[in-house]
């Protein structure tokens, strides 16, 4: 039995596996602190207290001594910031952090081939222009650091006490040469980093230490069990769709929303947005749109309209038509394809007779919209994808994916515990760095439990012209 362990942004997932099939999972919510306007923090510890509480409640289905070993998957960009003797000098600055606008300009004037080296221009909710950000604006907490890790990998570092990456997080800093895999020299000098405080870097399946004595003391887990590398959240979710050789895709409908091609070369395509990173398996690369609202806007209705995330896409389901407004769904700015970190959200074409159900379609569409545009950036890339996946929360929606292959002109595909997918690779990667499962084993495919065909692209292309319209418009208002 595997455990696959991860750290999203609302909420810690755990999934225990065997190498074919779910045997139990758990989850413990997470609370994001934005202490001023476009800033995004969460504590380290709040991870590690979820890991503990999550696998707590676990140890009521299944037993923990059976776990073989663990994979660790978690949000990308989060720059944890420890001081020598490794412990947290603030809270991490995660992923759909804005505040560092202009340490990026200053990134890429210093590093014109940035793009082209790590994959992706830069943007504020990457790693590297975060700690450039701190040494201009908290200098005491800059001369205190002394080790920067990615929000998964300090849960490892609490499991097994090492400082370890693998190649898939790594990619989401900037510092990462995405063609050799190594740490860039250069792009680590012009962000204000020292090479030694960045860890080593792995492959996903690689083990990387075992679980210590006081971590088994405080999570139930046995001693000495292997924990491997892991992946970023894009990467693991890659693995539990066996998204790992060329021609495969997929849709991620968490917190945020990626759209995601596996390959065997590096394709860097930064103008576009286009995020071109290592893969968390030797010798494999994707290109991946990733946007920063994916589902959340879902959850964000919801709570200004006192529904869940079913209600509203329930009430979703009850109407249609051209009367719908248009919702823009940037409430953090967005990143592919637009690179926009000072957009935000607004609705238009309110009327009297708007209703929350008209409101909550919108932002269904909205969503749909936002995928339309990322594929629309790959260009041909996509064009001989099959079809796509689909992972995350969202993808619980039949609403949603059908719009979604509507505006894309893809066939989407949903599988079996599609809503656990970064957990589930975590727990994949980990049954093969045990050598329960092999490379091989990890490009297959989940069977498909639904599948939603593209609809006539027309009934939704002039409200989808609208919606792009309507961002032109907004973007050149101060």
């Known amino acids: 039995m595997y455990l696959g362990i991860d750290i999203g942004t609302s909420a810690v997932k755990l999934v225990c596996a065997d190498t074919d099939r779910i045997l139990a999972s758990s989850s413990v919510g997470l609370q994001t602190s934005s202490p001023q306007p476009g800033w995004s923090e969460q504590h380290p510890e709040l991870w590690w207290q979820a890991t503990r509480d999550a696998l707590t409640h676990l140890a009521g289905q299944i037993a923990l001594s059976e776990v073989k070993a663990i994979g660790l998957s978690g949000q990308m960009h989060g720059a944890v910031l420890l001081d020598c003797d490794l412990h947290p000098i603030r809270s991490a600055i995660l992923w759909n952090d804005s505040r560092a606008v202009q340490e990026c300009e200053e990134l890429r004037a210093a590093q014109p081939e940035v793009g082209h080296i790590a994959g992706v221009l830069p943007l504020p909710g990457f790693t590297a222009p975060k700690i450039a950000w701190?040494?201009?604006?908290?200098?005491?907490?800059?001369?205190?650091?002394?080790?920067?890790?990615?929000?998964?990998d300090y849960v490892g570092l609490r499991l097994h006490g090492e400082l370890a990456t693998d190649a898939s997080d790594a990619a989401g800093t900037l510092w990462l040469d995405q063609a050799s895999r190594n740490w860039h020299a250069g792009i680590a000098e012009a962000s204000d980093v020292a090479r030694d405080?960045?860890?080593?870097?792995?492959?996903?399946h690689s083990v990387v230490g075992t679980v210590t004595a006081q971590a088994a003391a405080e999570t139930g887990l046995r001693p000495a069990v292997p924990v491997v590398a892991g992946g970023g959240d894009a990467a693991t979710g890659a693995v539990s769709l066996g998204a790992t050789e060329l021609g495969r895709g997929f849709i991620s409908l968490g917190t945020s929303g990626q759209l995601f091609v596996a390959d065997r070369a590096y394709k860097p395509n930064p103008e576009r947005y286009v995020h071109a990173f290592a893969h968390t398996l030797p010798d494999r690369w994707y290109q991946m749109a990733a946007m920063l609202n994916g589902a959340r806007p879902i959850s964000w209705i919801g709570g200004q309209l006192g529904l869940s995330a079913a209600e509203v896409v329930a009430l979703a389901e009850t109407v249609s038509g051209d009367r719908v407004p248009i919702f823009l769904p940037y409430l953090t700015g967005e990143r592919s394809p637009l690179g926009d970190p000072h957009i935000r959200a607004c609705f238009f074409g309110l009327e009297d007779a708007t209703t929350r159900a008209d409101i909550c379609r919108s932002v269904l569409e909205a969503?749909?919209?936002?995928?339309?545009?990322?594929?629309?950036?790959?260009?041909?890339?996509?064009?001989?994808?099959?079809?796509l996946a689909a992972i995350g929360g969202g993808s619980r929606s039949d609403l949603l994916l059908g719009m979604i292959a509507s505006v894309t002109g893809k066939p989407i595909v949903r599988s079996e515990d599609a809503d656990s997918g970064p957990a589930c690779g975590a727990a994949r990667l980990a049954a093969c760095g045990d050598g329960a499962l092999s490379m091989t084993d990890l490009a297959l495919r989940p069977p498909a439990v639904n599948i939603f065909?593209?609809?006539d692209p027309s009934a939704m292309s002039e409200r989808l012209l609208r919606f792009r319209r309507l961002y032109s418009a907004v973007k050149a208002v101060d």
């Open 134 to 152: 701190l040494k201009k604006n908290e200098p005491a907490n800059y001369a205190q650091l002394s080790h920067i890790l990615l929000p998964k």
């Open 197 to 204: 405080w960045l860890p080593q870097i792995f492959d996903g």
């Open 367 to 387: 969503i749909a919209f936002c995928f339309a545009d990322a594929a629309q950036s790959f260009g041909d890339t996509i064009n001989g994808l099959p079809e």
């Open 453 to 455: 065909e593209p609809s």
